[in-house]
């Protein structure tokens, strides 16, 4: 059952900013595309000097990702990246209050390999990456085929509620991300599943495998749910156009030959799978993520600040 957010629960002034913050989101959603986009840059500006620990991590993320740019084209990076993080942030409101008009605002690419998937009966595994504008790709999607979202968390407890709301109004169902065995019975039922392992869960499991040539954590799971459902493990990113101009989901042929029953080569595919993703977009992806937080046995970590 969906629970509707009750304000009385959340009139401590401590929930004072969040409710600021989710008017202005909701707001600021209802206007043109394009000036979402400028409050989102202004925004973005802001998060870049208030943010310095993020700033590094995307430093030493890029640096791993292209190793030949230079100092100044890392720099530019890093600032666009926020700049699109800042974007996100007010493209939440579109995915919550917003997801009709969404669909005039979005150009699918490869629509028949997700069909072409759902046909065989065993659900969609959705393969993808955190990219700044993920919140946009769901509620498209959800038009084409039933869908269910993986579900983590949020710190704070009031918009934790509205993400939770709103995911559950939307979606066919929302999963706990500590209990995947829902997920693995959605996907029996026929559901696509949106999943995006591309971040650093530590944990016992994962395997250490290369990503963009740096040894990092990757999840068993997407194999796993593979074999155990029989799902299809379908490829997909998205684009913010930029300018007002909307975006582009982009989904690509279902793996072959996947899973193979060996986790790290299956993990291995993952990653690499992940990296071609993000390098059709790399502008817009979330570079601030801890990616090499867990390192190898004997390994330093990488983001102490010199």
């Known amino acids: 059952m969906i629970k509707a957010v009750k304000v009385k629960d959340y009139l401590a002034p401590h929930f004072w900013p969040t409710w600021f913050s989710i008017a202005l989101i909701r707001f600021v959603s209802k206007m043109h595309l394009g000036v979402l986009e400028k409050c989102g840059a202004v925004l973005g500006k802001l998060l870049y000097w208030l943010m310095p620990k993020r700033r590094h991590i995307a430093d030493v993320n890029l640096r791993f990702a292209f190793p030949d740019y230079t100092d100044k084209q ?33 150009e699918i690419e490869g629509l028949e390999h997700l069909q072409q998937a759902q046909a065989k009966g065993k659900g969609v595994i959705i393969l993808t990456a955190h990219f700044t504008c993920l919140e946009i790709g769901g509620p498209v999607l959800n038009h084409y085929v039933p869908f269910q979202v993986m579900y983590k968390r949020a710190h704070n407890p009031l918009f934790d509620a509205f993400m939770r709301y709103h995911r559950g109004r939307l979606y066919k169902a929302i999963v706990d991300h500590h209990k995947p065995i829902s997920l693995i019975r959605g996907l029996k039922k026929g559901y696509a599943a949106w999943y995006a392992p591309d971040q650093d869960f530590g944990g016992k499991d994962t395997v250490f495998v290369p990503f963009f040539g740096v040894e990092a954590t990757a999840l068993t799971a997407p194999a796993r749910f593979a074999e155990i459902s029989g799902a299809p493990v379908v490829p997909y990113y998205i684009i913010r156009k930029m300018s007002g101009k909307g975006y582009k989901l982009v989904i690509l042929p279902e793996l072959e030959n996947f899973p193979t029953g060996n986790a790290e080569v299956d993990a291995l595919t993952v990653n690499q799978t992940i990296e071609h993703l993000i390098l059709q977009n790399p502008e817009q992806y979330l570079w601030i993520h801890k990616r090499y937080k867990n390192r190898p046995e004997g390994e330093a970590p990488v983001y102490l600040v010199k």
Not at 78 to 99: D, P, T, Y
């Open 74 to 106: 890392i720099k530019d990076m890093i600032k666009i990246c926020f700049r699109n993080v800042g974007i996100a942030a007010f493209e939440v409101g579109l995915s919550w209050w917003e997801h009709e008009r969404l669909l005039a605002l979005c």
